[in-house]
């Protein structure tokens, strides 16, 4: 079986004049390269596609492939980590991790808590500001709030002045994030309890928690873009205890089988002033570097190897689309 690995290497955007924050959240070739040396171990062919562009000429030169392992974060819009699976869609071409409508949902945090909400998972209270006007509507939140872009990832966006706790706070930042990012921003009243992270993997009723980790950031900083990418020296994770492993658990497959996302990826919580765990955000396309991303890193702290966990992701995948194991 040949599985093409789709991909945005950081190196190759930086070489054609793409900034650092465009490029913030994509991979670098040792990602690629242990996701290759672990898919052969299994004992599967590994052919190297690339990002959206070289996708699309490899397919229009007539290649394809049994499988396609997708990492490709995508660069503008909040569609954009859904353009690969749509065109590998139309081609028929199976491959691992959700589907475009999935991925634009999770991507859109205020759709994703929407859904959440709809089936009953906790979420924080909070708007939507596409415009400076919208600000008002925060009027019915409780200060302290927290303001981030709506549909970015790893942190692009968040800062220690994410937490607002006044009007004229909020109306600073959201008004600067608007201009920014180009996009709407989430406003959501802060959660000030404990953090966590839980890996799911599977699809709907099959799906199962493979762990999680509590997050704690040094002086309570944000898990900021600058964060994680120094997190050796700022933030300390340790497996859930079981104070809160088991509310954790509920919450994160419940967000999960909600969103109907598939194979594997991340359900981020927090607590409220209360102590209940509410929902976050998704990510079904969560970093897969062995060393440094946190889906590995959790799923390694609660006893599944790198190995292990690309295994389960794989046969998710073969699962859903009827191929023999």
């Not at 006893?303 to 689309?321: F, P, Q, V």
Request: charged share 25%; aromatic share 8%.
């Amino acid at each position: 079986m040949t599985i093409g690995l789709t991909y945005d290497l950081r190196s190759w955007y930086l070489e054609r004049g793409y900034t650092m924050e465009e490029t913030a959240e994509f991979d670098k070739e040792e990602t690629v390269a242990a996701l290759e040396e672990v898919l052969r171990r299994l004992g599967y062919q590994t052919v190297r596609i690339g990002n959206i562009f070289e996708l699309v000429d490899k397919l229009a030169a007539g290649l394809r492939w049994d499988m396609v392992f997708n990492i490709t974060e995508g660069l503008y819009g909040d569609g954009r980590e859904s353009v690969v699976p749509a065109l590998l869609d139309q081609y028929r071409i199976p491959y691992v991790f959700s589907g475009p409508v999935v991925m634009g949902i999770s991507l859109n945090k205020y759709y994703a808590r929407l859904v959440a909400e709809a089936a009953g998972v906790p979420v924080s209270p909070g708007i939507l500001v596409s415009a400076a006007d919208d600000i008002t509507n925060a009027s019915s939140l409780t200060y302290p709030l927290f303001v981030k872009p709506v549909a970015e990832g790893t942190g692009k966006g968040i800062t220690e002045r994410s937490i607002v706790r006044d009007k004229a706070s909020l109306e600073a930042l959201a008004n600067e994030l608007l201009e920014r990012f180009r996009q709407p921003v989430l406003v959501e009243e802060y959660l000030p309890g404990r953090e966590f992270t839980v890996g799911v993997a599977g699809s709907g009723s099959d799906a199962t928690v493979v762990g999680g980790m509590e997050v704690i950031c040094k002086d309570n900083l944000p898990y900021s873009v600058e964060v994680k990418e120094n997190y050796q020296d700022i933030v300390q994770y340790r497996t859930i205890d079981e104070s809160y492993r088991d509310e954790c658990n509920a919450v994160a497959l419940a967000a999960w089988r909600a969103l109907s996302a598939v194979d594997a990826g991340r359900v981020d919580l927090r607590a409220d002033r209360n102590g209940k765990i509410c929902f976050i955000e998704a990510n079904p396309l969560a970093g897969l570097n062995p060393v440094h991303s946190d889906l590995p890193i959790l799923s390694r702290m609660n006893g599944t190897d790198y190995d292990t966990l690309l295994e389960m992701i794989i046969n998710s995948a073969k699962r859903r689309y009827g191929i023999k194991q």
